[in-house]
């Protein structure tokens, strides 16, 4: 019960890994979080040099912020010594923390939540419309985002976790991750040996199946996909850039209105700039209500190899995505 009210009093615990070369997009992003967030917000920006974070702090004293959320930043080094405490005899964890810098979306919440802390982790290409509330993270499992493919990738990552008999959770995405410190650390540093350890390929993508192993193990769920939206490049978005649509016009066909947050995954994060020159058609919504937690749904072996089949169909076409 003490959790349940200090949960419902703390301000959310915001985590976003952020590049300065993310920073043309993720602003409009960021904004729009300090703007409509009805809940109080505890923000750790986390960057890669002292020279980011100097950079980011001019930028953020331009963001408006009327509920003057608390923004930090934290820069990778200064968690050098928490990661030498905590993941010193896990050398997978450590390795894959030096990785590519989106896995350090996975590990470096790690070295600064406290033990119960719940731990919100944003993309920086996400963008919040409407005034809304997070759902409730769970005492335990894990929410991430759904989309209707799967971005587990590279394909020889998930075939060894396959190989490994480690269940992954199919129509991941990545946007949004909702849990809780501590993590099984052991566990961890056990499933990123079996796929590759030091030798894993640095591919962002990675951490979306560190991530669908993470979801299969702990349980938890999909986060409401009418709520919480990701960018799908269908056929008929294709076709209207090819005929010279411009990204933010096709941007705007998106249910704006009727969600909470928005995913602007690949090429649709670099249009948020245009949308919002252009701004949203009428006016801003409000969204309290908890949207409904679906189950994670495990990637078989023999989904997988379908789905494979008809990517590898759909790059030969080039003109057609069939995914389902």
């Known amino acids: 019960m003490s959790n349940r009210v200090s949960d419902n009093l703390a301000p959310r615990r915001v985590y976003v890994v952020l590049s300065l070369r993310s920073l043309p997009y993720a602003r409009y992003g960021l904004q729009s979080l300090l703007l409509h967030s009805l809940k109080e917000l505890d923000i750790a920006l986390i960057t ?181 939206k990701c960018w799908q490049r269908t056929p008929a978005k294709r076709l209207l850039r090819r005929i010279g649509f411009s990204g933010g016009k096709i941007l705007k066909s998106e249910p704006w209105h009727d969600i909470k947050c928005f995913h602007a995954g690949g090429e649709a994060k670099w249009w948020l700039a245009e949308m919002e020159q252009h701004g949203l058609p009428g006016v801003i919504r409000e969204h309290t209500e908890p949207g409904d937690i679906r189950p994670f749904v495990e990637l078989t072996p023999e989904r997988y190899a379908r789905e494979e089949a008809r990517k590898r169909f759909v790059r030969g076409l080039d003109c057609f995505q069939i995914l389902h």
């Open 48 to 228: 890669d040099s002292y020279e980011d974070r100097e950079a980011l702090l001019r930028a953020a004293s331009e963001w408006e912020n009327p509920n003057e959320h608390p923004i930090r930043i934290v820069v990778k080094q200064e968690l050098d010594d928490f990661e030498a405490h905590i993941f010193g005899r896990l050398p997978n964890l450590r390795s894959f923390r030096h990785g590519h810098p989106c896995w350090r979306k996975i590990t470096d919440p790690l070295l600064i939540a406290r033990p119960g802390d719940e731990m919100i982790i944003l993309d920086p290409d996400l963008y919040f419309p409407n005034r809304f509330i997070f759902e409730a993270t769970p005492p335990q499992g894990l929410l991430l985002m759904w989309q209707k493919p799967n971005c587990l990738l590279p394909p020889e990552v998930v075939r060894c976790a396959i190989d490994s008999a480690i269940p992954l959770a199919r129509h991941v995405d990545i946007g949004v991750a909702q849990w809780r410190s501590p993590a099984d650390l052991d566990w961890l540093d056990w499933i990123l040996g079996k796929l590759g350890g030091p030798a894993l390929p640095q591919a962002m993508h990675v951490e979306a199946i560190v991530w669908a192993a993470i979801a299969m193990r702990e349980g938890g769920g999909y986060l409401d996909p009418r709520y919480w």
